[in-house]
């Protein structure tokens, strides 16, 4: 199935885990792929896991938290495929601990880079997409937006205003034909939650020593299979981003297992 023959693709978190799935699947499905990442590292192992597919995959050094880098980056992306069809903010971290001992740097890092990151890119990115073929846009929120998940509540609170933002930009940018969509994954295995990751915006969760992870019990998939890879959302995140989802737009594809019915 090649439904992104000819399609430009920008991934942003595509050094690592769900980012880095995301920009294989869509090579593998014929597009035009640039993967964007903090970490240089992470995104020539994306290079190697890619192989032989040719010019269609490009990267650019980018960190989503900084307005200058979003500028350049998203510049040098758009030349490089010589426009933009489709945009997927994938870059984030996840820092956990308790609320009450949490420093305020820490708290407004995760709202800077998940939240205000999806924003910059997308400012950045409007004009091209615009100009697109069936432009659309497909920003990452969390079960963690709707569901309590203890010791994460920067992160509940960065991926709540990524999913509002998300249907306040829909409403905007329909009658641009920009088509506006939201995945929140859960009980995914990625380098953002096993802290596997090489990518400095995609690191592990660090729960307190002192977790009640009796709390954490109801956030284990009902499938009974385990966490799943990051293919699983890789696989959701291509058709929202493709012309199979052409009638949806301003809302959220929750992809956890089951874990919250």
Known sequence: MNRYEGRRVLVTGGGSGIGQATVLRMLAEGGRVIAADVSEAGLADTVEKAGDVGDRLGTVVVNV??????????????????????????????????????????????????????????????????????????N?????????????????????????????????????????????PGSISSGMTDGSGQSKQSVGPGFPEDADFTLLGKLLPALGQGFAGPETVASVVAMLASEDAAFITGTEVRIDGGTHF
């Not at 992306?77 to 420093?103: F, K």
């Not at 910059?120 to 615009?130: F, G, N, Q, T």
């Not at 999913?163 to 409403?171: E, I, N, R, V, Y």
Request: no cysteine.
């Open 65 to 138: 938290a900084d307005e200058a880098s979003v500028k350049a980056g998203v510049a040098a992306a758009v030349e490089r495929l010589g426009g933009l069809d489709a945009l997927v903010n994938a870059a984030g971290i996840l820092r956990s601990a308790h609320t009450h001992e949490m420093p305020l740097e820490a708290f407004e890092q995760v709202l800077r880079v998940n939240l205000v990151g999806t924003f910059l890119v997308i400012r950045e990115s409007i004009p091209a997409l615009r100009e697109g073929s069936a432009p659309a846009v497909v």
């Open 140 to 184: 990452f929120s969390s079960t963690s937006a709707m569901f309590a998940h203890p010791y994460m509540a920067a992160y509940a609170a960065s991926k709540g205003g990524i999913q509002s933002m998300t249907h306040a930009l829909a409403s905007e940018y329909a009658k641009d034909g920009i088509r506006f969509t939201a995945v929140q």
